[in-house]
């Protein structure tokens, strides 16, 4: 059987109908990411025995398999009362599992922040969360721009596993195409190309915005 | 009524503080009325800046007491934040946000601690602003400023939150030179005006003029207080009497 090309673009408008599933649930889980994982940082930093579960659940989450975490949230969870529809699962799935690693990266973005910064905002009678909020975040958020960047597009290339619990995002789809028509060469090359100009697209996103930030706020 | 005006600005005493299992402050009492001008100087390593950062509490002591108006400081104060609100604080480093404009770095406090509106905030950065001689700076951002710009925006920034004692913890060790007295002359300028202020500073030509009391430090005491006059002309401490010697 060889490739037929036409039959490639055809399966396209089917494989995009899975678009806005895709997007929302990577905006969505890179949005979940960010704020647990600023919070699990945040919260490690706080005091001693804190801090040490706080690291204990960052290296937790970061040392299981997605997968085994995405069927932990859809199929275990609702044994003890807590069911969640398939997209939600999907979300909260991917939002755990990259909140570990922008955990990490934020404690890089925060260290990197001079303690002199810290402590002015104290001088100044800011409250904790005050300090973190305004002054802290976002001189954070200019030093992680690039790696949070990656894992947002990490995050991306990771929707596809939403397929093993039955969200129409577009690797299910195209695996529909392909059982349906017995060809998985066209779809799966449609559905790569896809994401391949989806995740450059984001690139040069991420780029653009870090070198804004770099110019907006010169030292 | 609890009167402010009873209390000293701040009253330390039997303050002692270790890093680990080495001292640094031991047993030091100071006392500074309002209106006061003291200045703290000494030797590096001599405790002179752990000293004034025990007074906000950004250093936390083990033993003793520090009073800022009437008020206990301490690890276990609830409410620090709030106290610190009448303390202000001017750094080596002069610790401006980056990521703020100059006039956002003296409105950020006045909107989160005090609860101002921004036109508020804005109305009474700018008098500052205009006091530490800088206002038509107020849209750059800290980068954009040389060192002694930013240390007189970092002074305004203090000055905002209406402070009733002011901590200079070496303001002009990190200057040029030539920049040095634009901010020496703001800070001259404030001690005119009656406030409170405790300097750590190597500017002896600033401490013989403006303060009324020069406090010298060695390894964690305070071994000479006296009026700037007695201090530079007859220091009693053989430890103050070389510090001198070496300045000159």
């Known amino acids: 059987m060889r490739f037929d090309p036409d039959f490639a673009l055809s399966v396209i408008p089917t494989i995009l109908s899975g678009l806005g599933t895709t997007l929302w649930i990577t905006v969505a889980a890179s949005l979940g990411a960010a704020v647990l994982g600023f919070t699990l940082e945040i919260l490690r930093r706080s005091n001693r025995w804190l801090g040490y579960v706080m690291r204990f659940v960052i290296d937790a989450i970061r040392s299981t398999p997605v997968l085994v975490q995405l069927y932990f949230i859809y199929f275990v969870l609702p044994v003890y009362g807590l069911t969640l529809p398939a997209a939600a699962s999907g979300v909260l799935g991917l939002a755990v599992y990259y909140s570990g690693y922008l955990a990490e990266v934020f404690k890089g973005g925060i260290d990197s922040i001079d303690a002199g910064q810290f402590e002015a905002g104290k001088a100044l009678g800011l409250r904790r969360r005050d300090v973190i909020l305004s002054v802290i975040l976002p001189q954070m958020l200019r030093n992680v721009a690039a790696p949070m960047g990656n894992y947002f597009v990490s995050a991306l290339k990771a929707t596809p596993y939403l397929a093993v619990i039955a969200v129409p995002e577009m690797l299910g789809l195209a695996m529909e195409v392909g059982a349906n028509s017995f060809r998985y060469a066209e779809p799966m090359v449609s559905v790569g190309a896809i994401f391949l100009i989806l995740a450059l697209g984001i690139n040069v996103l991420v780029r653009k915005l870090e070198q804004r930030l770099q110019v907006a706020h010169q030292r | ?248």
């Open chain 2, 1 to 248: 009524m609890n009167d402010v005006s009873n209390f000293p600005a701040v009253r330390i005493s039997g303050l002692q503080k270790w890093y680990g299992s080495f001292q640094v402050l031991h047993d030091v009492d100071l006392t500074v009325q309002a209106n006061e001008r003291i200045v703290i100087c000494g030797p590096s390593g001599s405790g002179k800046s752990t000293l004034i950062r025990c007074v906000n509490q950004l250093e936390t002591h083990q033993r003793g007491t520090i009073e800022v108006n009437g008020r206990q400081m301490g690890k276990s104060t609830p409410n620090m934040h709030m106290l610190r609100r009448d303390i202000g604080m001017v750094f080596q480093h002069f610790n401006l946000f980056p990521h703020l404009t100059v006039l956002e770095n003296c409105t950020l406090a006045l909107r989160k601690a005090r609860g101002m509106s921004l036109a508020q905030a804005r109305d009474v950065a700018r008098h500052y602003l205009e006091r530490v001689r800088i206002p038509e700076q107020q849209d750059k951002y800290p980068g954009q400023l040389s060192g002694g710009q930013q240390q007189r925006v970092a002074i305004a920034r203090a000055l905002c939150m209406n402070p009733k004692v002011m901590l200079f913890d070496e303001p002009t060790s990190a200057l040029d030179p030539e920049m040095i007295k634009e901010v020496l002359d703001v800070m001259t300028d404030l001690a005119r005006e009656g406030m409170t202020m405790i300097c750590v500073t190597h500017e002896m030509n600033f401490a013989r003029t403006v303060a009324d009391r020069v406090v010298f430090m060695d390894a964690g005491r305070i071994v000479e207080q006296a009026d700037p006059q007695t201090f530079f002309s007859a220091p009693s401490h053989p430890r103050a009497r070389q510090f001198l010697s070496q300045l000159l």
